[in-house]
Structures are given as C-alpha cells and as structure tokens.
C-alpha cells in the first residue's frame, strides 16, 4: 500500500474501511437483509395498528354496557334486558374441561414421543399426522366430536340413555353425552390436542442431551430423568403452547355450534351433562340482528370474551413463572 493509500485508509473508520474491502456480492446480501427487515417490521406495524383499530372500535361501542347487570343477566330479546351470564359461565365451564383433559394427555403424549419411544418409521409416521392436525379445520373437529361424545357412535340410543346419578346434582352423567359441557369441552380438546402435542414435543427437544446424559450417568433411571430433570426444564415453553391452546379454545364457535347447542338458553350449567352456550356463538348470534343494540351487546360480548381469554392466560403465566423459579 502507498503512503498516499495510508494516509487515505488512516482518515476513515473501520467499518467503512471494511465496507470498501467487502466484495459486492456481501453489500447485496446486507442491503437485502435490511430491506428485508424494514418489510417485516412495516407488516408488523400495520397489524398492530389495525388490531389497534379494532379494539378501540370494540371498545367504543361495548364498553357502555359492560355492567354487572350485565355480566349477571340472561339473553333476551330485548337489548336493554340482555346480558352474557349464560355464555360466560358455559365458557368458563367448558375450558376448564379442556384445560383438565387436553394438557396431560398432550404432554404425556410427547414424553412417550420424544423420550421413550423408540426412533422407527412409525414413530415419524405418527409425529408427522400430529403436526398435519394441527391444521385441520375445527369444523371437522366438531363433527367428530358430534359422533363420538355427543352420539357414543351410535352405542346407545339417545332415547334411552344410560344414567348415573341425580340429574340435578354435580354428579351426574348420561351416556351417552349429548350436546352438555362434557361434550362441548372433550370437542375442543381434540381441537388443541395436536397444538399441545407439538408444542410439547419442542419444549422437550430444547432441552440439552447433556443434561440427561448428565442424569443417567449418575444412575437415575429413565423415567426419573425425565421426571425430575428434563420435564422441570420444559415446563416454562410447555406453558407457553397451554396459553396458545387455551387461546384458540375460547374462541372457537364452529366445533360447538356442530353438537347442536342452542343459541339462546336461560341457565347455567349445574353438573357436567347441563345444556350450555359459549360467548362466541353468543357474540355471533348479537351481531347477525339488525337492530344497533344488538351490535352493542356484540361488542361487549367480546370485551368479555377478551377479559377471560386475559383471565386464563394470567393464571398460565403465574403457573409458569412459578414452575420456572422452582426449577
């Protein structure tokens, strides 16, 4: 290099000094890697805005009638009247079901996948169709749930069904189920099952081999490494797809509206067999009339809907945090 090229290179800084050394073919791959960026981010921007929008829009139609008349009110047909006790505790009932039945079933369905299950094409075969149902429609959910829960495929006959119990007690069951909680919340586990699963599977795979390598070397057994060692390390991601679960659960209409559940009921469940309505197809039913009071109770409904939504998912996150500090 010459004393001029020197003195020239010495009044520059480094990184333009690198950039002018960089071949053209690095500037392309930066300058595209930045373009790249600035298009996410200006995605990302315009979604927040417009769910910005719409929960300002939500808001400022709903928020006048959230009161506890009408959180403690039944439907009607009058919109001053109406209120969402009905839907709201049918949806507290219903995915408290879920959460009670899909996450242990998920989560144990992907312990035995990831860490006792032996690697053959069937194993694959198996993970892969769970990773294909996550993607299915809910409806096809719903009418599986139709025929299995709610008809016991047929088994018995709907007329004369098998009774356990006092009908108005908490502990009764019909068999088979028919269109009450028990139904509408073993439907919606099939619906996030296969998220669980998956998610499940991945917060397994994250933690490090040499943990249970660490483990076995020791002398616990496979099953306590998995108790005690890499089950802890999971939980917090374990959680995280409970919340996206859960999430998706509450706002599913399409499932429950297939078991044939009605639209417009006056009671709220007492046992596991009550009939039931859920703030979706509640929200749906005010925001198809067309009278404006009707498209008021609508947006409420959601308000109501997002409380709960917030609701579950505050008490995940404080599960979570605290498994998270145990272990």
Known sequence: MTRAAQGKAAGRSPAEIFAASAPASQVARRATDRGFLALCLAFTSLAVV??????????????????????????SRKP?????????????????????A??????????????????????????????????VPSIVYGILGLTAFARLFGTVSADDPITIGDPE??????????NGVLAGGLTLTLVVLPIVIVSSQEALRSVPRSLRAGALALGATPWQTTW?????????????GAILAMSRAIGEAAPILVLGVPLFIRS????????????????????????????????AGILV?????LAFNAVAVVIRHRLQKAS
């Open 50 to 75: 417009i769910l910005a929008v719409l929960l300002f829009t939500v808001w400022r139609d709903g928020h006048e009638r959230l009161t506890w008349g009408f959180l403690d009110s039944f439907a």
């Open 80 to 100: 001053a009247e109406a209120g969402v006790k009905a839907p709201l505790w049918g949806s507290i009932w219903v995915c408290a079901i879920c959460a009670l």
């Open 102 to 135: 899909a996450l242990p079933i998920g989560v144990g369905t992907a312990i035995y996948l990831e860490e006792f299950a032996r690697r053959s094409r069937l194993t694959s075969f198996i993970k892969l169709n769970i990773s294909n149902l996550a993607g």
């Open 169 to 178: 007690g908490l502990l009764y069951l019909r068999l088979p189920f028919g």
């Open 228 to 240: 005690r060692i890499t089950l802890p390390a999971s939980i917090p991601m374990i959680m995280t």
């Open 268 to 299: 709220t469940p007492t046992n596991l067999m009550s009939d039931f309505t859920v703030l979706p197809l509640q929200i749906f039913n005010w925001a198809g009339r067309p009278q404006a009071g009707f498209h008021e109770l609508a947006a």
């Open 305 to 309: 809907l997002l409380a709960v939504l």
